[in-house]
């Protein structure tokens, strides 16, 4: 189950001012939804250019057997930096042990999953958590805000390495403050989304008055078409009505340049 914002927040705060291995660690695996195991798992070398400023962390082969690159901002970056600092300052031979991974190996990887869930257990007792705080609920607590922040189902997927929907489902933590923001928020689009303008009617017979009255005819025409577009899944059907309202502004534009003769 995800914390709540108010424990997340405080949280990581407790994890940042600690700053050390483990700590860090734990905050690596909160800020990109990871794994403990994929965590202990990643490459010295997990960051991957992706593109022009554009960085993603590779997650190596993992419970579902998925590899994934999951995108990455530069306070992510400023945290695999600070563990590989930190990594450097250890006795050689516990780097030694550990060539090739993140984080240091000094035992087993049994070793390292207790170090990781003791220093979240301190953690959370320096905070007064009302209640027991494990690595996988930091995964929950990343799921739930992606999907505050709008991320997609089937993007959120890929980002945990889910194999289905149902099972990113169930690391979605909707608290009444987002349900009371995406209520208003839908009400504030079904507004906008309904709202036809009024078609202008021409009720002069002056052939000026008629050219004017088409051309807010037809500008409304257009809006009401692109908000029509705007709803539709189909790419094919979004395609067509642009290709229509690209014929209707060529009208438009021919219409700018009718000239009436005077009498």
Same mark, same amino acid.
């Given at each position: 189950?995800?914390?709540?914002?108010?424990?997340?927040?405080?949280l990581?705060?407790?994890?940042?001012?600690?700053d050390?291995?483990f700590?860090n +660690?734990?905050?690596?695996?909160r800020?990109?939804g990871?794994?403990?195991?994929?965590c202990?798992?990643?490459?010295?070398?997990?960051?991957?250019?992706?593109?022009?400023?554009?960085?993603?962390?590779?997650?190596?082969?993992?419970k579902?057997?998925?590899?994934r690159? =999951?995108?990455v901002d530069?306070? =992510?970056?400023?945290?695999?930096?600070?563990?590989? /600092?930190?990594?450097?300052?250890?006795?050689?031979?516990?780097q030694?042990?550990?060539?090739?991974?993140?984080l240091?190996r000094?035992?087993?990887?049994?070793v390292?999953y207790?170090?990781?869930?003791?220093?979240?257990?301190?953690?959370?007792a320096?905070?007064?958590?009302p209640?027991r705080?494990t690595?996988?609920?930091?995964?929950?607590?990343?799921a739930?805000e992606?999907?505050?922040l709008? =991320?997609?189902v089937p993007?959120?997927?890929?980002?945990l390495?889910? /194999?289905?929907a149902?099972?990113?489902?169930?690391?979605?933590?909707?608290?009444?403050r987002?349900l009371?923001?995406?209520?208003?928020? +839908?009400?504030?689009?079904a507004?906008?989304?309904?709202?036809?303008?009024?078609?202008?009617?021409?009720?002069?017979?002056?052939a000026?008055?008629?050219?004017?009255?088409?051309?807010?005819?037809l500008? +409304?025409?257009?809006?009401?078409?692109?908000?029509y577009?705007r709803?539709l899944?189909?790419?094919?059907?979004?395609?067509?009505l642009?290709?229509?309202d690209?014929?209707?502004s060529?009208v438009? +534009?021919?219409?700018?340049r009718?000239?009436?003769?005077?009498?």
């Amino acid at each position: 189950m995800a914390l709540s914002p108010e424990q997340d927040q405080l949280l990581q705060q407790e994890l940042r001012r600690t700053d050390d291995l483990f700590s860090n +660690a734990l905050l690596l695996i909160r800020a990109t939804g990871i794994r403990i195991g994929e965590c202990i798992h990643l490459a010295y070398d997990c960051l991957r250019l992706i593109g022009q400023d554009q960085w993603a962390l590779h997650v190596p082969l993992g419970k579902l057997y998925t590899e994934r690159l =999951v995108p990455v901002d530069d306070e =992510v970056r400023q945290v695999i930096t600070r563990i590989q /600092n930190l990594r450097a300052e250890a006795p050689a031979s516990e780097q030694t042990n550990s060539a090739g991974f993140l984080l240091l190996r000094s035992g087993s990887v049994n070793v390292l999953y207790t170090h990781l869930r003791l220093a979240l257990h301190r953690a959370a007792a320096r905070i007064n958590s009302p209640d027991r705080i494990t690595p996988h609920r930091l995964r929950h607590s990343f799921a739930s805000e992606m999907v505050r922040l709008g =991320v997609s189902v089937p993007a959120l997927m890929q980002l945990l390495g889910h /194999n289905t929907a149902e099972m990113t489902m169930r690391y979605v933590k909707v608290i009444q403050r987002d349900l009371q923001r995406e209520f208003h928020l +839908a009400r504030q689009n079904a507004v906008h989304r309904h709202h036809i303008p009024e078609l202008p009617v021409a009720t002069s017979v002056s052939a000026t008055v008629a050219l004017s009255g088409i051309q807010r005819a037809l500008a +409304a025409s257009r809006h009401v078409l692109e908000m029509y577009r705007r709803q539709l899944q189909d790419e094919r059907s979004r395609r067509k009505l642009q290709r229509l309202d690209k014929r209707l502004s060529r009208v438009a +534009a021919d219409l700018q340049r009718f000239t009436i003769p005077e009498k």
